[in-house]
Structures are given as C-alpha cells and as structure tokens.
C-alpha cells in the first residue's frame, strides 16, 4: 500500500468526497462504497505529475554585517550568520540577547537598520514576498487567528504556499495524524492550549512540500515531553532530507542533542560560533554546551 491510499483509508467520508470533487471524479452511483471510493482517488493521485522538488539555493539563509536599533538600543550588532541546507544551527543566549530580533529581521516582519538578508536567495528587505512564501516561522509568542478554526487555518496556509486543492486535502489529513490534531481541528485557533496551538502551527508551516527553511523561536516550550520528542525527530529527519532550520532556544539539551553548529548570542553581539567541539576547544574545563554558553555569558557562577 503505497502512503497516499494509506492516508486516503484515515479520511472521513467528507473528505473523501471532497477528494473526488477536486479530482472530477463523477460521483453519480447512489450510494458509493468507501474501498471503491479510495481505490478510485488513489489511482487518479497516481496520473497526477508528481513534480520534482526543487533543492534550495545554498545558503538557505544568508545574513550579513546585519544590525538592528531600536532607538539608542542596539539589539544586534553586525551580525553575520548563514544556515545551509541539510543543516541545524542553533541560536543561543540570555534573555534580550537578540534572539528574537534576528528572526523577526530575518522574517522580514521587521526591517534591519543597516545590512542584509537573503531568504532561498531572496532579499527580504528589498522584496520580502518571495522568500516569505518559502520561509516558515514559529513566533515566540504565537497570536494568529483567533477567529478561524484549525482546519480553515491550514486551508488558509496551503493557499499561501500555493498547494493545490487535491494535495491540501491529503496534507491537511497528514499533519492532522502527526501532529495529533484531531481532536482540535474544528476548534478556534483562539481557544487552544499553547501546546496546541504551537502543533496547529506546525502543522500548518508542513502543509507544503519539503525542503524546507524554518526559523523557530523557542519552539519546544510549551509542548509536552511527547510533543517536544517528536518535534526534534521531525526535525532531524527534514535536516537528512535538506531543509535549513534556524532554532532559537534556551533549553540547551535541546539545542546540544538537535544542533550542528552554534551562534552564541550576548547583549546583541556574537560572542561564540562553531560546533561544540570547536567551541569547548576554546575553554579548558568546558565540555558540554551549558558550560560553555555560562563561560561566554559571564562565567560559570561560583555557589
Ligand atoms: N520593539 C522593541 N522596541 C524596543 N526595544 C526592543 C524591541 N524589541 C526588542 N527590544 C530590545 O532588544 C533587545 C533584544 O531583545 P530580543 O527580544 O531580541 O531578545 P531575546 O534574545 O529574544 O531574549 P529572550 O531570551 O528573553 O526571548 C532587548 O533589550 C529588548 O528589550
Ligand atoms: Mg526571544
């Protein structure tokens, strides 16, 4: 069984229908027996062209001499950062080191005071649309839509990503299974938990194809162990297949066990960048992340 029928086989009779009216499948039999039905679907889905997918342009994520003021505060300070695909690099540092600004710049929510930014090889300041198309975020403090259900929201996202009718339909029901959603996907984006809210957005950024480039603010706090496990094994997998992924987080288990490479962020400036073999060569008694992150953040506190 190949997976789009193993999918098909998990639908509701409503999406099946709506399946084959988006594949013009005639629906003119009274009643239609469901296995008929999925043997139909899945042999059209066969004759569609399956495209291609297109690897992304390397760097995915390019940033340069990049700072950003906000008045006389400067949150970063010529930061120069670059993410390739196939690759995890973790963000790290204290509370207002910059975390954030960084990826609301590279984001193109906000614009940077001087420097640039190339998103899939797209500059997000001069035409921030095409990369933003390609590009999907996890905010750190997710407000979005209150007002739409879960299953119009990522309805809504395959629009944006430009999925096509039949393919939204089998993308939504996948996400729905990976992400545990069922029981939430005719609930208000407004009234979910922050763990499940945090899975609708998941879900709604992998509504597309892969690879992709994902730019995650803290995007473990909030879900619980099980949901936190299968975060980072989705997201080690999407590495191996070529997506670029940008993480900000201060659990630093989780970034040692996920990230290849560090930047290691301190009152806006880079104070640390490399993996963590290069980084503890830099220190005689610092081993693990933690240890390191502490020495270049102020020292490890004396108790
Ligand atoms: N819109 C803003 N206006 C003024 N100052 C801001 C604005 N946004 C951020 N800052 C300041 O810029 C600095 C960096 O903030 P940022 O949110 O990027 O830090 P962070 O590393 O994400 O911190 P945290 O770990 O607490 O999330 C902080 O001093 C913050 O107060
Ligand atoms: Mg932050």
Same mark, same amino acid.
């Given at each position: 069984?190949?997976?789009?029928?193993?999918?098909?086989?998990?639908?509701?009779?409503?999406?099946?229908?709506?399946?084959?009216?988006? %594949?013009? /499948?005639?629906?003119?039999?009274?009643?239609?027996?469901?296995? =008929?039905? $999925? @043997?139909?679907?899945?042999?059209? &889905?066969?004759?569609?062209?399956?495209?291609?997918?297109?690897?992304?342009?390397?760097?995915?994520?390019?940033?340069?001499?990049?700072?950003?003021?906000?008045?006389?505060?400067?949150?970063?300070?010529?930061?120069?950062?670059?993410?390739?695909?196939?690759?995890?690099?973790?963000?790290?540092?204290?509370?207002?080191?910059?975390?954030?600004?960084?990826?609301?710049?590279?984001?193109?929510?906000?614009?940077?005071?001087?420097?640039?930014?190339?998103?899939?090889?797209?500059?997000?300041?001069?035409?921030?649309?095409?990369?933003?198309?390609?590009?999907?975020?996890?905010?750190?403090?997710?407000?979005?839509?209150?007002?739409?259900?879960?299953?119009?929201?990522?309805?809504?996202?395959?629009?944006?990503?430009?999925?096509?009718?039949?393919?939204?339909? %089998?993308? /939504?029901?996948?996400?729905?299974?990976?992400?545990?959603?069922? =029981?939430? $996907? @005719?609930?208000?984006?407004?009234? &979910?938990?922050?763990?499940?809210?945090?899975?609708?957005?998941?879900?709604?950024?992998?509504?597309?194809?892969?690879?992709?480039?994902?730019?995650?603010?803290?995007?473990?706090?909030?879900?619980?162990?099980?949901?936190?496990?299968?975060?980072?094994?989705?997201?080690?997998?999407?590495?191996?297949?070529?997506?670029?992924?940008?993480?900000?987080?201060?659990?630093?288990?989780?970034?040692?066990?996920?990230?290849?490479?560090?930047?290691?962020?301190?009152?806006?400036?880079?104070?640390?960048?490399?993996?963590?073999?290069?980084?503890?060569?830099?220190?005689?008694?610092?081993?693990?992340?933690?240890?390191?992150?502490?020495?270049?953040?102020?020292?490890?506190?004396?108790?």
């Amino acid at each position: 069984m190949d997976a789009d029928t193993n999918i098909l086989q998990r639908m509701t009779s409503n999406e099946l229908v709506s399946m084959a009216v988006a %594949l013009d /499948i005639p629906l003119t039999q009274r009643s239609i027996i469901r296995d =008929e039905l $999925v @043997d139909r679907i899945a042999s059209e &889905l066969e004759k569609t062209e399956k495209k291609g997918l297109k690897p992304l342009t390397s760097p995915a994520i390019r940033i340069e001499n990049m700072t950003k003021r906000f008045g006389p505060k400067v949150a970063v300070r010529d930061l120069n950062l670059k993410v390739n695909p196939g690759e995890i690099v973790g963000l790290v540092g204290p509370n207002g080191a910059g975390k954030t600004t960084t990826l609301r710049v590279l984001t193109g929510i906000i614009r940077p005071t001087s420097g640039s930014v190339h998103v899939n090889g797209h500059d997000m300041c001069k035409k921030p649309i095409p990369g933003k198309r390609v590009l999907g975020y996890i905010p750190e403090r997710p407000t979005c839509y209150p007002s739409l259900k879960v299953r119009e929201y990522l309805t809504f996202m395959a629009r944006i990503y430009g999925v096509s009718k039949v393919n939204t339909i %089998l993308r /939504i029901r996948e996400q729905i299974d990976l992400f545990h959603l069922n =029981e939430f $996907v @005719d609930s208000y984006i407004g009234t &979910l938990s922050k763990g499940n809210l945090q899975r609708a957005l998941l879900a709604g950024i992998f509504i597309r194809d892969p690879p992709y480039i994902l730019a995650f603010d803290e995007p473990i706090y909030g879900l619980d162990p099980r949901g936190a496990w299968n975060l980072k094994s989705l997201l080690k997998r999407l590495k191996k297949e070529g997506s670029a992924i940008l993480v900000s987080t201060h659990i630093l288990e989780v970034a040692e066990s996920l990230c290849d490479r560090f930047i290691i962020m301190n009152h806006g400036n880079v104070v640390g960048r490399g993996t963590l073999s290069k980084l503890s060569s830099l220190f005689d008694k610092a081993t693990t992340l933690e240890e390191i992150f502490l020495m270049l953040t102020g020292g490890i506190p004396q108790t």
